[in-house]
């Protein structure tokens, strides 16, 4: 009896056309200062309109779910809470090469999931030409809802920070249109 299969069913290929820029926002909200990138990513949604070109997604702590989301983009735009030993507020932006060999000393289980999603991606020649890492160093990770001030208190410049870059990028946003001052 000879067994065989094909390769290529065990590939994720995407069903429709993938948006060539994904805004990713990661984190745990029962983590405080951990789910900054899911609440930067709520104020985006609520705040703008984005062109097609460009989507904007709550990954939370998908883990290796989010592959499918990320496979071949051109921009891949990561909003997290980063651990790099910086005083807490520092807001960081990482780049292209410097994003990998940052997860990979990572202890947060979404981190891991985005390393190990970005190396699969590689293998497979799907990766994102360019990655951009948007973060803040944050305060408090302990159980609980509320961010601490320090980092609530950025989020302004975080959701600035990304639209510079999707500016940078070629992107134009507008404001949310149906939203009231």
Do not use: C, W
């Amino acid at each position: 009896m000879q067994l065989s299969y094909e390769v290529a069913d065990y590939l994720f290929v995407p069903d429709e056309e993938v948006s060539p820029v994904l805004v990713l926002g990661l984190g745990n909200i029962l983590l405080q200062d951990e789910g900054i990138g899911v609440r930067v990513i709520e104020r985006l949604k609520q705040d703008y309109e984005f062109p097609a070109d460009v989507e904007v997604l709550d990954g939370g702590t998908a883990g290796m779910a989010l592959y499918e989301h990320i496979i071949d983009r051109q921009h891949l735009i990561v909003v997290d809470a980063v651990k790099t030993g910086r005083s807490p507020g520092t807001l960081v932006t990482l780049s292209n090469d410097e994003v990998p060999a940052f997860f990979r000393n990572k202890v947060s289980p979404h981190q891991l999931a985005l390393s190990d999603i970005l190396a699969a991606l590689q293998i497979a020649g799907n990766s994102p030409p360019q990655i951009t890492v948007i973060g803040i160093e944050p305060l408090n990770l302990d159980t609980g809802l509320d961010m601490s001030d320090t980092v609530r208190n950025q989020i302004d410049t975080l959701v600035n920070m990304v639209l510079k870059h999707l500016g940078h990028l070629g992107y134009v946003v507008h404001k949310n249109s149906s939203r009231h001052s």
